[in-house]
C-alpha cells in the first residue's frame, strides 16, 4: 500500500496551456475538469489555465457556444486546446411565458438582460438593472428615498386608471406588486423592494402580444420574467464572496436663499431694512442631506454533480440613504435545488426569504419630509434654541428634530418561492407541476415625540398578503425526419390572493418613553380591511418549426377571474405569429457578410385585470366610521356594474433580426402598434339616493405605436483587447382614441383630468400638459406676462387660457453601453437617457413665489428695477408681482435628459497569482459610480429629471419636492473559492 500510494504521488503533476476558440483568440472562463472527478478550474482572462492531475487521467474542456474536447495526460505538462463552435449549442435559449424556446424559432419580441449586464450595478431594488438596458422598457426611479415605489413602463402607458406595471414573474412565481403601504413617508412602497437583486440571473422581458397572450388577462402591460441563479451539473462546488463599500450623496438640489440674502429680499420687497427682521440665521437644506454609507455583503455557493444542481446565497445589506433618517437594512437568503431522482423523474425547489427594515424619511408634499421642509423654511429660524435643545418650528417642522427623536420604520418579511416536480413520459413529452407561494408580511411603525407633535401621536399598521399558485402543464417537443420541429404546451393555472390589514393611532401621550398606541389617551382611527381575488386560467402554446427556415406558432388562454362582473366572468386572449429565416434559404448562400437574417411578425390579444378586489360589486362602509347621530350606519360606496370586464389590447408587431460580418454586427428592429379598448373609467351616472354620481364601466380607447431599435457591435477583438458597443432606442408615441362620456372642454374634445397640469385628452397623450403659457418679464414695464388661449399677451390670465403645452411621455428612451477588456483590466459605462418629455416642477410655485415668508430660491434675487433689465422676478411695485408663481408653463421644463447611470473598472487577479494561495480560484476588485454625470437643460439646475411624485398612469411627470437619485460610488472585491 505505501509502495502504491508513492507511486500515486509520484504521477501527480501541474498541468498548464491555453485554450482557445477557432480563431485563435483565448477563451477566458473556460471549464477544465478531470473526468470523474470534480477537480477542476477556469481559465483566466487570457485563456490560462493550471491544474493538479496524474498521467493517464483525462481532461475535459467546454465553454458554451463550443464543442466539448477531452485530453488524455501523457508525458507532457503542457496541454493546449483549441475548440470549435457547435452550432446546436450556438443556438441561444430563451426563458418564455410557461416554458423556453431557442432565439432561432422565436417569433416573439423579447429583450434579454443577462449576468455581464447586471452583475456590477450596485442596485436595491430589481428594477434598477432593468433601467435603460432594453429597447421599449422605461424605468423611472421615482424618488431618492430608499424603497420608494419605481414607474416601469413597456411600450408606453397602457391604461388610464387600470394599474400600468407589468406583470413580474420569478422563477415562474407571478409577484403581487399591490401597494400594501399605508402612505407612511409620503411614497408608495416599492412592491419588487423585497426581492434581492444579488439572485437575478437574467430577466427576459417580453413586449408583444405572441409573448404575453398566455399571461391572459394580466399581459396588457407587458411581462418581466425573472430567472434566479443556479448551479450546473458537474460542476465543481463554486464558493463566492462578493464584499462592498458605497458613498451616495444628492445628484442636484435647489441653491437656496441664506438668512441674510432672505431678509435682505424681504426688506426691500416691504420697504423695510433687514434689521427690522429676527437675525441670526440657519443653512437647513445643506444640514438635511449627508455622505450615506453603506455596505453589502453576499456570499453564496453553487455547483451540482451528475444528479443534483444547488445554488445558495445570502445577502446582508446595510445602507444610508444620502438624506438624514433615510436607513435601509436588508438580509436575504435563497436556496434552489434540483434533483433528478431517476430517468423519469425530476423535482426542485426556488425558495428566498427576506427581511428589510427600512427607517423612512417624509417626501414630497409633507411638511415632516426633510427636503421639503428645509427648502421652505425661513431661514433666520434655527432648530435649536440658546443651549442646544431642539425647538418647536411650527407650521414648517423642526425636521432636523424629526429625524433626530421620532420613529418612522418600515419592517417587511416576505417569502417567496416554489417547488415543482417533472415527470418524463418520454424523451420527447413530460408533464410539470409547481406549487408556489408569495407571503409578504408588513408593519409601519410611527411614533412622534412631544417636541415635534405636541401631545404626541403613534400609529401601528399590520398588512398581510398571501399569494397561492398552482401551476400544471404537459410539454411535448419532437423533431421529424430533422426537418420538422414540433413543440407544445398546455395547462392550467389557478392562483388565491388574500390580504388583511389593520391601522390604529392614539394622541395624548403622558411621556416620550410610552411608544405604543396603548398608551396614547385619545383613540384615534382604527381601521380593519379584508380583501382577495381568485384567478383561473387554462392555456396552451404550439410551435411548428421547417427546416429552420419557416416557423408559425400560436397561443391561447382563457381566464376567470373574482375581479370581474357576474356576466364577464372569462375572458379568452389569443396570438398568432410567424417567422422567416432568410439567411437559410439558397439565394442568401453566396452573401458571406450576413450571418442571420430573420423576419418575424405577429398578432394577438391580452388583458389588464389591475382594478383592485369587488369592483363590479355594489360596496358599503358601516360602522363607526359611517355613524349617524352617533350610532352605526351604513352607507353605499360604489355602485354594481355586473358587466364590468378586463381592459383589452389587441397589437401586431413586425420585425426584423440581422447578424453580419461573423456576428460581430447585430441589428434588431420592431414596429408594433397596440389599441387598448374597454378603457376602466368612472363614467358620471345620474345621482342616487346613495349619493353615488359614478359607475366604475369599460369605455373609451386609447393607442400606443412606435419602434424597438437593438444594436449589439465587437468593434475590436484581439488576444489582449476587446471593445463592445450595445444601444437600444424605444420610439413611442401616446394617443387616447375616444372617451365617452368623459367631460368635454370648450373646444369639444373629450377629457379626464389627472392632476391640475396634466389632461388626458382625446386626440392627444394620456398625459398631456394643459396650462397657461409664461411669456416672462417684460424688460421695459417690469410685469410679468402670459398668453392668453389666442396667443395675446397679457398680465391678467384666467383657467380659460389654458392650453396644450407639452407631454410627459418621452419621443424615445434608451441606453448606451460599452464595455472594454485588455488583459485583466476591464472598463464598463453605461448611459441611460430620456428626450423629447417635459416635467412639471410643481414645487417652484412655493420657492418661486416672491410672496410670503416660506424660503426663496436665489434665483429670485434676480429682481427688474429698471427699464432694460433682464430679470427672471417682476418689479415689487408690478401688479403682477403677486401673481407672478401662479401655475403656468413657468413651472415647465424639458425633462430630457441623458445620464451616466454606471461605471465600472475592474481588474481580475491572474490565475498564476491565485495558484501560489492554494485555495482562491478568481479574485476580482472593481470600482463602481453611479449617477456620476447627468446631462440635462439650463434651466434645470437643482432638478433632477428623473423623478415622478406619483406612480399611477395619470400625473406622471409631476414633481412636489420629490428628492433627487443619489449619486453613488462603491468599491467591491469578489472573490471564488
Known sequence: MAFALQFSFAQEKTITG??????????????????????????????????????????????????????????????????????????????????????????????????????????????????????????????????????????????INAGGRPLVVVDGVPLNDANLSSGQGGQALNPLGDINPNDIESFSVLKDAAATAIYGSRGSNGVVLITTKSGRKNQKTKITLDMSTSWSESTDLFDMMDADQFRGF??????????????????????????????????????????????????????????????????????????????????????????????????????FAPLTSSFLQTPWVEPYDENGNFVNTGFIANVIAIEALDINDSNSFRTVGNIFGEISFTDDLYFRTDFGIDRVLLEEFSRSFEINSPGGYGDDYVAQQNKLVWNNSLNWNK??????????????????????????????????????????????????????????????????????????????RRDGSSRF?????????????????????????????????????????????????????????????????????????????????????????????????????????????????????????????????????????????????????VNIRTPDFEWTTSLNLGINENEVLSLPGASVDDQGREFISGSASQRAIVGQSVNTFYLIRYNGVNPETGDAEWL???????????????????????????????????????????????????????????????????????????????PGDEAYVPSFSSSTFSTFAQRSTAQLRDGSFARLKNLTLGYSVPTSFLEKSGFLSGARIYFTANNLLTIKADNMDGIDPEVTDTVGNLGQGESFFTPPQSKTYLVGVRLNF
Open 479 to 556: 423533431t421529424f425526419a430533422n426537418k420538422h420541429d414540433v413543440s407544445a404546451v398546455a395547462g392550467m393555472s389557478y392562483e388565491q390572493t388574500d390580504i388583511r390589514d389593520i391601522f390604529v393611532s392614539a394622541t395624548g401621550f403622558l411621556s416620550d418613553d410610552q411608544i405604543n398606541t396603548v398608551s396614547g389617551s385619545e383613540p384615534g382611527t382604527t381601521i380593519n380591511t379584508v380583501t382577495g381575488s381568485r384567478l383561473v386560467g387554462y392555456f396552451a402554446r404550439t410551435n411548428y418549426s421547417y427546416d429552420n427556415k419557416y416557423t408559425v406558432e400560436a397561443s391561447f
Open 565 to 713: 362582473g357576474a356576466n364577464n366572468k372569462y375572458g379568452n386572449f389569443w396570438a398568432v405569429g410567424g417567422a422567416w429565416m432568410l439567411s437559410s434559404e439558397r439565394f442568401m448562400e453566396n452573401v458571406d457578410w450576413i450571418d442571420i437574417f430573420k423576419l418575424r411578425g405577429n398578432y394577438g390579444t391580452a388583458g389588464n385585470d389591475r382594478i383592485g378586489d369587488f369592483a363590479s360589486l355594489a360596496r358599503f362602509e358601516g360602522g363607526n366610521i359611517s355613524n349617524y347621530n352617533g350610532a352605526s350606519g351604513l352607507r353605499q360606496l360604489s355602485a354594481a356594474n355586473p358587466d364590468l370586464q378586463w381592459e383589452r389590447s389587441k397589437s401586431y408587431d413586425i420585425g426584423f433580426e440581422l447578424g453580419m460580418f461573423n456576428n460581430r454586427v447585430n441589428l434588431s428592429v420592431d414596429y408594433y402598434n397596440k389599441t387598448t379598448t374597454d378603457l376602466i373609467l368612472n363614467v358620471p351616472i345620474p345621482q342616487t339616493n346613495g349619493g353615488l354620481n359614478s359607475i366604475t364601466d369599460n369605455v373609451g380607447e386609447m393607442e400606443n405605436r412606435g419602434f424597438d431599435i437593438d444594436l449589439n457591435t
Open 788 to 866: 392668453d388661449k389666442d396667443g395675446n399677451v397679457t398680465t391678467t390670465p384666467t383657467a380659460d387660457d389654458r392650453v396644450i403645452v407639452g407631454d410627459a411621455n418621452p419621443d424615445f428612451v434608451g441606453g448606451f453601453r460599452n464595455t472594454l477588456k485588455w488583459k485583466n483590466f476591464d472598463l464598463n459605462f453605461f448611459f441611460n437617457f430620456s428626450y423629447g418629455n417635459d416635467i412639471m416642477i410643481d414645487g417652484l410655485r412655493f420657492t418661486d413665489n416672491p410672496n410670503g415668508f416660506f424660503n426663496k430660491r436665489a434665483q429670485l434675487l434676480d429682481v427688474w428695477e429698471n
Open 18 to 159: 491555453t485554450v482557445t476558440d477557432q480563431d485563435g483568440l483565448p477563451l477566458p472562463g473556460a471549464s477544465v475538469l478531470v473526468k470523474g472527478t470534480t477537480n477542476g478550474t477556469q481559465t483566466d482572462f487570457n485563456g490560462n489555465y493550471s491544474i493538479v492531475a496524474s498521467e493517464g487521467e483525462t481532461l475535459v474542456f467546454a465553454f458554451i457556444g463550443q464543442k466539448t474536447e477531452e485530453r488524455i495526460i501523457g508525458a507532457s505538462s503542457v496541454i493546449d486546446v483549441q475548440l470549435v463552435e457547435d452550432a446546436q449549442a450556438l443556438e441561444e435559449v430563451v426563458v418564455i411565458g410557461y416554458g423556453k424556446q431557442t432565439k432561432e424559432k422565436l417569433v416573439q419580441s423579447v429583450a434579454i438582460v443577462g449576468s455581464e449586464q447586471i452583475e456590477d450595478i450596485p442596485a436595491v431594488a430589481p428594477q434598477e438593472l432593468l433601467q435603460g438596458q432594453a429597447s421599449g422598457v422605461q424605468v423611472v426611479n421615482s424618488s431618492g428615498i430608499l424603497g420608494a415605489a419605481p414607474v416601469i413602463k413597456i411600450r408606453g402607458v397602457a391604461s
Open 266 to 367: 424681504v426688506a426691500e420687497r416691504a420697504g423695510a431694512t433687514p434689521e427690522d427682521y429676527p437675525q441670526g440665521g440657519f443653512d437647513w437644506a445643506p444640514n438635511v442631506v449627508r455622505t450615506g454609507l453603506s455596505n453589502d455583503l453576499n456570499f453564496s455557493v453553487s455547483g451540482g454533480g451528475e444528479k443534483t444542481t444547488f445554488f445558495t446565497g445570502f445577502t446582508y445589506k446595510d445602507q444610508e440613504g444620502f438624506i438624514i433618517g433615510n436607513n435601509l437594512n436588508r438580509m436575504s437568503g435563497r436556496l434552489n435545488l434540483t434533483h433528478e431522482a431517476n430517468d423519469w423523474l425530476r423535482m426542485g425547489v426556488n425558495l428566498s426569504v427576506t427581511e428589510n427594515r427600512n427607517d423612512r424619511v417624509g417626501s414630497e408634499n409633507s411638511t
